[in-house]
């Protein structure tokens, strides 16, 4: 596994366990909301985590940008699809989304090595 992947998910895997640990009841819903919100339902996965790294790339939040890129390479979602999102992520957030398209490009290309 490509050390980009495998450090993020290495360190996402501790944190969590941490603050989980750590038994706040509002953390704990906050994770189980986020959790049930990607689920099957009236839109399927791949549509809810493609929303998911749009929204995470406007928000410029890397953390959760590579998370929805790993939801989305396992899903089964196309470098031509996550990157036609990633287009109107740029788009909708404007020129200062192109740092966190590059790290995403770069998270991508890190996933597809693992193949």
Avoid at 15 to 33: C, H, Q, T
Avoid at 60 to 78: Q, S, W
Wanted: charged share 30%.
């Amino acid at each position: 596994m490509s050390n980009l992947v495998k450090e993020f998910n290495d360190y996402r895997q501790v944190m969590n366990e941490k603050l989980l640990n750590d038994d706040n009841k509002v953390i704990k819903r906050i994770f189980n909301l986020d959790t049930n919100a990607y689920m099957e339902g009236a839109l399927n996965v791949k549509t809810k985590e493609l929303l998911g790294l749009v929204a995470s790339a406007v928000l410029r939040c890397d953390d959760c940008v590579k998370y929805h890129l790993e939801t989305c390479y396992k899903e089964g979602i196309t470098k031509a699809e996550m990157m036609e999102a990633m287009s109107i992520a740029t788009l909708v957030g404007g020129t200062i989304v192109i740092p966190h398209l590059r790290r995403a490009y770069e998270f991508w290309e890190a996933l597809e090595e693992n193949k």
